[in-house]
């Protein structure tokens, strides 16, 4: 073999090392995003943020979503309402005077009064400071979270017909996730063109406030069957229930709000900070796949670092 051969072949080798090595330098959010019952079917644990990355700047904005991509989160839950002119847009309360610059009920409240409205940094309340993002419609939602991260609705008012038709006409019927519960049930969804889209039935361990140690899954799990579920939410005061769901959810996933004690048998979530295999550890153990969380950017540190993802 002649040096300039070599050397050309050398070269050649060098610069597919350097671009297999670029390629590996791209972040996971550039890679396709999978819909949201192929990304249940992975085993990696799914890390939903509560009401987008809220720290950053505030809870339900735009800007909030688009960092929990730049994280890497998976899936982003968002609470769906309508103003007075039936503008659907992301608001947690009734009212807007928690989270705004506004006061009033956003149901008798107009879109052009809405829109001027400025969100309050984190969770709001009176004496958080103005940010620079205002209410969010949810077709603002959809072209900033399509190709980019999964959303879970949760939605406040009965305008499930009006949502699903924006979903579909922004092609992203398996980028979203549906609850299905005592509000809202199956037969709510049953004249809605959900061929593609997932639901999430409700799985509740109280009644009227009061933790029912017996309580039995199967009956409502009969009735959620031919839903086909890929996921189970699950409300649970002891953890014998959990067990019990886990037994009986075959392939589908279980998903847990860490959002605080009531929701996951005493468990408080900001525990996790200092103690995480107490709380996500053992969430993840008893067979959950699917976290809610408050923490984001530290649950998915956790993941990496148990070599959960």
């Keep these: ?46 890390v939903v943020a509560h009401r987008g990355c809220w720290r950053q700047p ?20 968002i609470d769906l309402r309508a103003t007075q002119d039936g503008v659907i847009v ?44 205002h209410v969010a419609t949810f077709e603002q939602v959809l072209d900033a979270a399509k190709g980019r991260v999964l959303l879970f609705l949760d939605i ?19 980028q979203v996730l549906y ?10 969804f049953a004249g809605l063109p959900m061929e593609q889209t997932a639901l ?27 839903l086909h579920a890929p996921v189970f939410e699950v409300v649970f005061c002891d953890d014998a229930y959990l067990a019990r769901v886990r037994a009986r959810a075959g392939r ?4 847990v709000n860490a959002l605080g004690p009531r929701f996951m048998a005493g468990r408080e979530e900001g525990d996790a900070l200092s103690r995480p295999d107490a709380i996500w550890g053992v969430l993840l153990d008893r067979g959950v796949t699917a976290v809610q969380t408050n923490f984001p950017e530290q649950l998915l540190a956790y993941l990496k670092r148990t070599g959960r993802r």
């Design 200 to 226: 999430m039935p409700k799985f509740d361990q109280y009644q009227e406030g009061r933790c029912l140690v017996d309580r039995d899954p199967a009956p409502d799990m009969a009735r959620f069957e031919t």
């Design 90 to 133: 992301l608001l947690h309360d009734a009212s807007l005077d928690r989270t705004t610059n506004l006061q009033g009920v956003l149901r008798e409240t107009p879109y052009e009064v809405v829109k001027a409205a400025r969100l309050r940094e984190g969770m709001g309340g009176p004496d958080a400071p103005l940010t620079d993002q």
């Design 1 to 46: 073999m002649t040096y300039g051969l070599l050397a050309r072949r050398c070269a050649g080798s060098l610069a597919l090392a350097w671009l297999a090595a670029m390629v590996s330098l791209v972040p996971t959010s550039a890679q396709p995003l999978q819909g949201v019952a192929e990304r249940l079917a992975d085993p990696r644990p799914l």
């Design 252 to 255: 589908a996933g279980l998903w």
């Design 58 to 77: 505030a809870e339900n904005a735009i800007s909030a979503i688009e960092h929990c991509a730049d994280l890497g989160v998976d899936m982003v839950e």
């Design 179 to 188: 609850s299905v519960n005592r509000s809202f049930g199956p037969a709510l």
């Design 156 to 174: 406040k008012d009965p305008i499930h017909a009006q949502v699903q038709q924006l979903v579909r006409s922004h092609g992203m019927e398996r």
